[in-house]
């Protein structure tokens, strides 16, 4: 693939990932669950490996457990926390991962809870006058609200929800998988009951993420069986993916400063070239072009709708990767989009930027698009 800017869906593999994990593909294979030397190096390895993961967050090690993703995450503090506590009331926003939307859903069609949906600003922004008075009304509750939105790059404020659980002795789970790893996170004192991560959204292996769950909590597994993670989560661990995801989060921390700066001004390069490109119409989804309200490495643009197909599969023809949902030849934008007051008619990209793309690659995206615009024009003088 010639140019990637799809880093919000993934992202590549750290070379220091690939050379801190080769040694568990190789020789030290041993079941971390067995009493031989063999297991018990891969049993510290895993280990270590959360006790790094620990200390990055503020949290204690006995409060991190090893997953297979943010969505395992999700759904283990979720139905968890409404079995474990009888909760009846969950408050979320329409602009959550489906991860959160559809697990909810379950519950709710299983009668097991009601859903209140906080209001959004016109930019996807939570209204936090709103929350308080739902949490007034509901005040024993679970409050599932992400850290920064996987479309629109919105962070929301934490801290102060992190203050309204406290105050009104409602449950907080926050997803941090668009944030872990590009902005600094403490659990320490902050509110936060569960907060979840993947490790490829920050350089780390697929298929292995990881929960912080409050030691003052104690809730039932999904996934029974051989007692692994102190009984919370059955199942041989994935030596492989946590090495590989505590390495990822430890040179994410690290590299932090310049690697964010780095971002931030690709993304106000990408909209000063935008600006000069000729196109017309052009608009910002959510916060996504505030540097200061959004996630570093995400711009969400609406472009106008081409009359002759997709600027994402058009850009995907050329070598270049990006995401969008388009409301276009009257397909439904996604959820997020839907839920904000945003232009109809246009097709929405998302591009997600990394460490290492480069200021070159962003002259040549907006090169091809203004070229696929351009084609649009010629073909509509040439079909009147």
Same mark, same amino acid.
């Given at each position: 693939?010639?140019? #990637? ?12 990932? =690939? ?5 568990? @593909? ?6 971390? /669950? ?10 510290? &390895?895993? +280990?270590h490996a959360r006790h790094i993961v620990a200390g990055l967050i503020g ?10 993703? &943010?969505?395992?995450? =999700?759904?283990?503090? !979720? ?13 979320? /926003? ?9 697990? @909810? *859903? ?54 102060? !929800?992190?203050?309204? &659980?406290?105050? #009104? ?22 509110? !936060?009951?569960?907060?979840?991560? %993947? ?16 030691? *003052? ?5 999904? !996934? ?15 030596? =492989? ?40 119409? =052009?608009c910002y989804n959510g916060e996504s072009k505030s540097i200061e309200n ?15 197909? /997709? ?26 989009? +839907?839920?904000? &007051?945003?232009?109809?008619? *246009?097709?929405?990209?998302?591009? %997600? ?6 200021f070159d690659e962003l002259d040549r995206v907006v090169d091809a698009v ?15």
């Amino acid at each position: 693939m010639e140019i #990637y800017l799809d880093n919000a869906a993934t992202t590549a593999l750290h070379p220091e990932v =690939i050379e801190a994990i080769l040694p568990f @593909l190789t020789t030290h294979y041993g079941n971390p /669950s067995s009493s031989h030397g063999a297991g018990q190096k891969v049993k510290e &390895a895993v +280990q270590h490996a959360r006790h790094i993961v620990a200390g990055l967050i503020g949290a204690s090690d006995d409060e991190i457990y090893f997953t297979a993703g &943010a969505t395992e995450g =999700i759904n283990l503090a !979720i139905t968890g926390t409404i079995q474990a506590y009888e909760l009846s009331h969950v408050i979320t /926003s329409r602009i959550e991962h489906k991860a959160v939307l559809q697990t @909810l *859903k379950h519950h709710e069609k299983e009668g097991d809870i009601e859903t209140s949906f906080v209001k959004l600003d016109e930019r996807g922004n939570i209204d936090l006058y709103h929350l308080e008075n739902l949490l007034r009304a509901n005040p024993r509750t679970l409050i599932a609200l992400m850290h920064g939105n996987n479309e629109i790059g919105n962070i929301t404020d934490i801290h102060a !929800i992190g203050i309204l &659980a406290s105050r #009104y002795d409602a449950v907080f789970l926050t997803d941090t998988t668009q944030t872990l790893g590009k902005v600094r996170l403490d659990v320490n004192n902050s509110g !936060i009951d569960f907060l979840v991560g %993947s490790a490829h959204k920050f350089h780390g292996p697929k298929g292995v993420g990881f929960i912080y769950i409050d030691k *003052k909590h104690r809730i039932k597994p999904l !996934i029974y069986g051989g007692g692994q993670e102190r009984g919370q989560r059955g199942g041989t661990e994935n030596v =492989i993916g946590i090495v590989g995801l505590a390495k990822a989060l430890e040179v994410a921390y690290r590299d932090l400063d310049v690697s964010q700066t780095k971002i931030c001004k690709l993304k106000q390069y990408l909209v000063s070239k935008l600006a000069i490109s000729g196109i017309e119409g =052009i608009c910002y989804n959510g916060e996504s072009k505030s540097i200061e309200n959004s996630v570093p490495n995400v711009l969400n643009v609406s472009f106008p709708c081409l009359a002759t197909g /997709s600027i994402v599969k058009s850009l995907d023809q050329v070598g270049i990767a990006v995401s969008g949902g388009s409301a276009c030849s009257g397909a439904a934008a996604s959820h997020v989009i +839907q839920a904000l &007051a945003c232009e109809p008619g *246009k097709e929405n990209v998302r591009f %997600s930027f990394s460490k290492f793309n480069t200021f070159d690659e962003l002259d040549r995206v907006v090169d091809a698009v203004t070229r696929i615009y351009e084609s649009e024009q010629l073909l509509t003088i040439s079909t009147t």
